[in-house]
T-cell receptor, first 117, second 113 residues
Framework: GAVVSQHPSWVICKSGTSVKIECRSL??????MFWYRQFPKQSLMLMAT?????????EQGVEKDKFLINHASLTLSTLTVTSAHPEDSSFYIC?????????????FGPGTRLTVL | QQQVKQSPQSLIVQKGGISIINCAYE??????FPWYQQFPGKGPALLIA?????SEKKEGRFTISFNKSAKQFSLHIMDSQPGDSATYFC????????????FGQGTRLTINP
């Protein structure tokens, strides 16, 4: 149980275009979802936290108009990178947390590799 | 005060040996300390976690040791195997994990056959 999926697993896009990444909790209801960014050989950097039905809370230094997060249902959150540039190329990872017991833990998705040309 | 400091940055251990990774924190509000294992190109996976009411937790070959007074915790991997070669991250959170996770910098572990 507690499986989180991401789609796509990798994407290549041209500079200036927008890219949407989906994060789904497959077998539990995720009251909270988190989006991280990870550069090569570095740790995970939290970008934002989103609770179902409410606006995301962004970490300091993360542009909310550039990284649009929508948590429309208890099983789906999306991250849209708007007007992507090469410096946005990174590994984007989501995690999901349910409510109560072991589901208080964060379960991570497999990640999405974004390359902006 | 929100930082979690992890060491070493990289570690090479012979097959069958013990791998030890250390983490230290400052925020006394932290009360949930998980360890994650990440393989290249994959998301991190929860390996084992501990809460401060115990000083040690063991699951198979993996053991967390926790020293509340020193604000330190460590991961021990017994009988290390080549398949354990991965990057390991410690993390900490408050309110039993309800708050956001603060990650350490990561340790790249290589187990030589």
């Amino acid at each position: 149980g507690a499986v989180v999926s991401q789609h796509p697993s990798w994407v290549i896009c041209k500079s200036g275009t927008s890219v949407k990444i989906e994060c789904r909790s497959l077998d539990f209801q995720a009251t909270t979802m988190f989006w991280y960014r990870q550069f090569p050989k570095q740790s995970l950097m939290l970008m934002a936290t989103s609770n179902e039905g409410s606006k995301a809370t962004y970490e300091q230094g993360v542009e909310k108009d550039k990284f649009l997060i929508n948590h429309a249902s208890l099983t789906l959150s999306t991250l849209t990178v708007t007007s992507a540039h090469p410096e946005d190329s990174s590994f984007y990872i989501c995690s999901a947390r349910g409510r109560g017991g072991v589901l208080n833990e964060q379960f991570f998705g497999p990640g999405t590799r974004l390359t902006v040309l | 005060q929100q930082q979690v400091k992890q060491s070493p940055q990289s570690l090479i251990v012979q097959k069958g040996g013990i791998s030890i990774i250390n983490c230290a924190y400052e925020n006394t509000a932290f009360d949930y300390f998980p360890w994650y294992q990440q393989f290249p190109g994959k998301g991190p996976a929860l390996l084992i976690a501990i809460r401060p009411d115990v000083s040690e937790k063991k699951e198979g070959r993996f053991t967390i040791s926790f020293n509340k007074s020193a604000k330190q915790f460590s991961l021990h991997i017994m009988d290390s195997q080549p398949g354990d070669s991965a990057t390991y991250f410690c993390a900490a959170s408050a309110r039993g994990g309800a708050q956001k996770l603060v990650f350490g910098q990561g340790t790249r572990l290589t187990i030589n056959p």
